[in-house]
């Protein structure tokens, strides 16, 4: 295993996301030895910390990972604060000489990753600056890495993406979806690609409908202003559910390299066309959870939202690819807070067989087949197969072949950020996203935004909380003569 060597400048070093997340990341990098000697990490925020203090702060977001204390000392030791304001052009000249002192102090050989682990509203500047004011190393690597949300919709995407190109090339700028960093998700192409069994059955003539869930139990909790201006379209369909149908759907690339990869998803997200508001009302549903005892408060109840939000908590629908492979099989997606249970997964619903001659139990139709990836909160996988009842009876009836992750190894496994870390000091974009996929599903997403902010409340579904959405989402189905395969028990 090589070292990586580099140095991290992590804007928005006090936040939550980079204590929750990056800090575990990288000293899971460090654990594993893949950081060792050759890495520095400045971190920067407007709050007045001293170095002992953010160290502390380092250690704390370590609890409960493995290691001993001294291991995580010396690890927290390669981190310096810079209290900043990433509006003010003369803070960039202290970090800059801070960066170049931690370069020679580590021998980092150049490599800079800039981490924007901040509101995206400061994305553009911290860019900027970090050009304008000589951040960018002449010798190794530059990479800039951006949270989500990126935009919120395609022209302010647009807008961003301009802004920050004016520092760094596509080759240098990561978008963050951590959802690509997901192990189940990572499965979708071995699956698709290995598996000739799968790979020959994966388009409009073996597969009838797909189905993606990403559904949590929880409410807004502490992100009530971020998702008031958001909503769950742009919180979950625009980047996620999208980027899941893209690896689900698009061709085999023709090589396992980002850019193959990219073109592919790129080539078959371009076949989504946005729709008319006609089929928006037609294909898409969107609600909003009601409270109760036992249950909690309403979301217009929640602290920070107004009384008379049309925010969405909930969205389904159907999308549909326009090629060869795909056209006329449906993509029935959903995502919503407050459902009966937190699950992520995909549904692949084979055509039944067209020419059955076996009994069947009760005379029924033969069931599908169905493959279904269990992205979260477990990981695994279930194939749904016929075979013969137990015992005198010769009819057919459903079985379920049952793979999960092998847990020993899956506690060994990088969680997502680690993932993309690594993939990050590699110059791996192959699970970051491209500008062209972001531009074509943010056409989509504005297409349906236009006319739910045209209606307003209109159209809005209520739910009630711990159910499965709106009765809406199950009459989109209802009328193409199918039902949603997951019905919120966590054991199927
Ligand atoms: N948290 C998550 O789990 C999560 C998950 C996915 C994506 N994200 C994305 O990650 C980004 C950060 O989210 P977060 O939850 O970590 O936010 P957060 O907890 O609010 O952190 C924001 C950080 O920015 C700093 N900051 C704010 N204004 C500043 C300024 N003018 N100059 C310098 N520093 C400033 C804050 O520190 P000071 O107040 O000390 O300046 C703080 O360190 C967002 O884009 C978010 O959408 C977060």
């Known amino acids: 295993m090589t070292e990586k060597r580099a140095l991290f400048i992590i804007f928005g070093g006090s936040g939550d996301l980079a204590q929750r997340k990056l800090y575990p990341a990288l000293y899971g990098l460090y654990y594993q030895g893949r950081l060792a000697k050759h890495f520095a990490v400045i971190g920067t925020a407007r709050r007045p910390w001293t170095d002992d203090h953010y160290h502390d702060i380092i250690k704390q977001s370590l609890v409960g990972a493995p290691g001993s204390a001294h291991q995580k000392t010396e690890f927290a030791e390669h981190f310096y604060y810079q209290s900043h304001d990433v509006t003010d052009a003369a803070h960039y000249v202290t970090l800059r000489d801070l960066a170049e002192k931690l ?31 000589q951040l960018l190393s002449a010798k190794g690597f530059n990479r800039l890495i951006v949270e989500k949300p990126f935009g919120r919709d395609f022209a302010t995407a647009k807008q961003l993406n301009d802004d920050i190109s004016q520092a ?9 979806d951590h959802y690509l960093g997901k192990e189940m998700v990572q499965d979708i192409m071995p699956l698709r690609f290995a598996n000739p069994l799968l790979g020959h059955a994966w388009s409009k003539d073996f597969i009838d409908n797909i189905q993606i869930t990403l559904a949590e139990d929880i409410g807004v909790e502490e992100r009530a202003g971020y998702y008031e201006t958001a909503g769950a379209l742009r919180d979950m ?55 109760g005892d036992d249950i909690g408060l309403s979301y217009r109840e929640e602290d920070n939202i107004a009384s008379d939000s049309t925010v969405e908590t909930y969205v389904a629908g159907r999308v549909d690819i326009d090629n060869d492979r795909w056209r006329g099989v449906p993509i029935y997606i959903r995502t919503g807070k407050r459902l009966k249970a937190k699950q992520s997964r995909i549904d692949i619903v084979f055509k039944p067989t067209s020419d059955n001659i076996l009994p069947t139990v009760n005379d029924t139709h033969v069931a599908p087949n169905v493959l279904t990836l269990i992205i979260e909160p477990e990981t695994g996988m279930h194939l749904t197969l016929n075979g013969k009842e137990i015992g005198t009876s010769d009819a057919v009836s459903p079985f379920t072949l049952d793979h999960a992750l092998d847990q020993d190894e899956l506690a060994k496994a990088p969680e997502a950020y680690q993932r993309l870390m690594l993939n990050i000091l590699d110059g791996n974009k192959l699970t970051f996203t491209h500008w062209a996929e972001l531009a074509a599903s943010w056409h989509f997403i504005d297409a349906i935004r236009t006319v739910w902010d045209n209606d307003k ?27 949603w395969i997951w019905q919120g028990d966590t054991t199927k």
Do not use: C, W
């Not at 090339?169 to 963050?176: A, F, L």
């Not at 690896?247 to 008319?276: C, F, G, N, Q």
């Open 168 to 176: 760094f090339s596509e080759e240098q700028i990561y978008r963050i």
């Open 457 to 483: 409340a209109d159209g809005l579904a209520f739910y009630n909380s711990g159910t499965m959405g709106p009765q809406q989402a199950d009459d989109l189905l209802a009328r193409d003569h199918r039902q």
């Open 103 to 133: 370069d020679k102090q580590y021998a980092l050989d150049g490599n800079r990753v800039f981490y924007m682990a901040m509101a995206p509203r400061f994305f553009a500047t911290i860019a900027e600056h970090v050009k304008s004011e």
């Open 237 to 291: 369909v625009q980047n996620h559910i999208f980027q899941i149908i893209a690896m689900l759907t698009m061709e085999k690339p023709a090589r396992y390299d980002a850019a193959s990869i990219h073109a592919a998803k790129r080539a078959v997200l371009s076949a989504i066309k946005p729709y008319t508001p006609t089929q928006v009302h037609d294909k898409f549903v969107r609600g909003q959870y009601l409270g």
